[in-house]
């Protein structure tokens, strides 16, 4: 029977570390504030922004919205994210990706001020997390993978990893982030040549590739950590990770499920990243 690495405990550990630091800014009369950007009303975003608007309120944390339709041009998009960068008010910006394919997205991130891109959108945030330089943050996904690898115990030093994914919202930068905290990683993808066995050889995995059931029992072994950051719709509208948790979980020393894993601690790390934002402005 695998250690379930619930998310909610370490989400709950790094809250009230930043409720203390939040108080600390307010007493010096700054008050931390989040802007959350959507284009349109996907569920998933609206139901994100609803965890992230509570996970705020928790820490002291104030959010201002700016709500678009999903037909808003570039120009009216673009108007938002400069009227952030020129609220000395706002710390930190968060804006549902992907954006309805009639927007240049690369031009929308790159035009957010890097010092309030809390969840790297931007390239310049990007190179920070890939350099290890910390002028970035790094998204927030990737981090809460740290987050519960750190929580739970499990440090990374001298560990072999495994991350199955490549994309450069999830895959590469816990990979980079992995290769900070010093393991040796490994990164699959489509063309990797018989993935199951490199999987299996490593000590921690680290299932970002986006397609439920990718991890089966032949990429796991006894004492391995499985980090599952997949969210994907079952035929029956339940959600399921990238593992195939009731195989694999017999098998494996601890795992995330799905819900309730990964997710549970993004709105804690995202929170984090503004207070960060804040406390440099303050400085």
């Known amino acids: 029977m695998a250690e379930i690495l619930k998310g909610a405990p370490a989400a709950n550990a790094i809250t009230g570390q930043l409720i203390e630091r939040a108080n600390a800014l307010k007493a010096r009369g700054f008050e931390p504030a989040l802007a959350i950007v959507r284009v349109g009303e996907r569920p998933d975003d609206v139901a994100y922004e609803r965890g992230a608007v509570k996970r705020c309120e928790k820490v002291g944390i104030s959010v201002k919205h700016y709500v678009l339709p999903a037909d808003a041009t570039q ?47 931007t390239e310049r945030s990007l190179s920070g997390v890939f350099s290890g330089s910390g002028k970035g943050f790094a998204p ?68 970002a590739a986006g397609h439920a059931g990718t991890v089966t029992p032949d990429f796991v072994n006894p004492g391995q950590i499985v ?6 719709e079952a035929p029956d509208g339940s959600l399921v990770g990238d593992v195939d948790f009731e195989a694999v979980e017999p098998l494996v020393r601890a795992i995330t499920p799905v819900p309730a894993g990964v997710g549970a601690v993004t709105t804690a790390v995202l929170c984090s990243h503004v207070i960060e934002a804040a406390e440099r402005l303050a400085e």
Do not use: W
């Open 227 to 232: 980090i599952d950051v997949g969210i994907n």
């Open 75 to 121: 120009d009216e998009l673009l108007r938002v994210i400069d009227e952030i960068n020129r609220d000395d008010g706002i710390h930190g910006c968060l804006m549902f990706r992907p954006l309805p394919k009639h927007f240049d997205e690369a031009e929308i991130c790159e035009a957010l001020d890097v010092r309030k891109d809390v969840d790297c959108m």
């Open 140 to 207: 927030c996904t990737a981090q809460s993978v740290m987050e519960i690898l750190k929580f739970y115990g499990y440090d990374p030093a001298g560990k072999r990893a495994a991350v199955i994914g490549r994309s450069l919202v999830i895959g590469r930068p816990v990979s980079m982030l992995l290769m900070r905290a010093n393991a040796t990683v490994a990164m699959c993808h489509t063309r990797t040549v018989d993935m199951p066995t490199l999987c299996r050889e490593a000590e921690i995995l680290v299932a």
